[in-house]
């Protein structure tokens, strides 16, 4: 990461916005040091994604000439939640 890299988290349903949607397409325009970082929980705005719209953030960010990196999703482990008294 370069030096004075920003860090943006946003949910998926956020990525609906056209605030974080235009700041993408900013950061990609103007090259900027900026990670955006998407958690995609399959909801959007308590409604299943697949209701509300046809397409994924990381092919929105790929059209903008943003480089995507797609992680598996990591499922909680109830184990290690649990207090240990």
């Known amino acids: 990461m370069k030096k004075n890299t920003s860090i943006a988290i946003v949910g998926d ?14 950061a990609a325009t103007k ?10 929980n399959n909801l ?6 697949k ?4 397409w994924e953030m990381h092919n929105v ?3 903008f000439g ?3 990196m797609i992680f598996p999703m990591i499922r ?3 184990r290690l939640f649990k207090k240990t008294i």
Not at 13 to 26: P, R
Not at 44 to 49: D, V, W
């Open 44 to 49: 959007s705005i308590l409604t299943k994604k």
């Open 51 to 54: 209701v509300r719209r046809s």
């Open 76 to 78: 909680r482990n109830q």
């Open 61 to 63: 960010s790929s059209a």
């Open 13 to 26: 349903s956020a990525a609906e916005e056209d605030y974080v949607l235009s700041s993408i397409g900013w």
């Open 66 to 68: 943003v480089e995507v």
């Open 31 to 40: 090259n900027l040091p900026i990670l955006f970082i998407v958690e995609d």
